[in-house]
């Protein structure tokens, strides 16, 4: 019973390539989020996606977009991919709105990609 | 803006003996404060939170944390480490705005010897 779920778990490609990692929550939450761990394992924002509002953080690249077909999936894509966008990225979801909750984020598993 | 700091990059404690991974912050408004721990090549797992109420609080595997409000911390302890313990622990608040998202410490790696 997974609650937070994302594929793949690795990913190794290309510099210059698209590639879509997907996310997927079980647990009826309300707001998603899209978290990137460098590899000096340092975690920051990258989305947020609630009620259909998405909030980006503005250090994010615009190669990066992120796709909600509906509540409970987020997914990430990015285009043109670069060496240093190599590094871990977490989905997490959170139940209530955005702004308000103060409700625990549970993350999935991390996905590793590689840009070679 | 809000921010924690997580001012040891490595604690190392002997099996059996208590632990102290220390975190503190800065906030406007209320903290809304956070531990999670990450195993190697593993997601992050959430230990316990600070919303309000009790200073102590309570979390998962036996740990717990305590609210300090003029000293502005937030320190994660356990009465005695176990070799499982060891892992990446991460301390974060809450952030303000709209987004709500987790804005995290730069981590302490946890390192219990038998």
């Known amino acids: 019973d997974t609650a937070v779920s994302q594929t793949p778990k690795y990913l190794v490609t290309q510099m210059g390539n698209d590639k879509s990692i997907k996310c997927e929550q079980n647990?009826?939450?309300?707001?998603m989020y899209w978290y990137k761990q460098d590899s000096k394992k340092f975690l920051k924002i990258m989305f947020s996606y609630n009620n259909k509002e998405l909030i980006i953080n503005e250090t994010v690249p615009n190669r990066f977009s992120p796709k909600s077909p509906d509540k409970a999936h987020l997914n990430l894509h990015i285009n043109s991919l670069e060496l240093g966008d190599s590094a871990v990225y977490f989905c997490?979801?959170?139940?209530?709105?955005?702004?308000?909750?103060?409700?625990?984020?549970?993350f999935g598993p991390g996905t590793r990609l590689t840009v070679l | 803006a809000q921010s924690v700091a997580q001012p040891e990059d490595q604690v190392n404690v002997a099996e059996g003996n208590p632990l102290t991974v220390k975190c503190t912050y800065s906030v406007s408004g209320n903290p809304y404060l956070f531990w999670y721990v990450q195993y190697p090549n593993r997601g992050l797992q959430f230990l316990l939170k600070y919303i309000t109420g009790d200073n102590l609080v309570k979390g998962s595997y036996g740990f717990e944390a305590e609210f300090n409000k003029s000293q502005t911390s937030f320190h994660l302890k356990k009465p005695s480490a176990l070799v499982s313990d060891s892992a990446l622990y991460f301390c974060a608040v809450r952030g303000g705005g709209s987004q709500g998202n987790l804005i995290f410490g730069k981590g302490t790696k946890l390192s219990v010897k038998p």
């Open positions: 997490a979801s959170r139940h209530g709105l955005a702004g308000l909750s103060t409700d625990t984020q549970y």
């Open positions: 647990l009826g939450h309300d707001t």
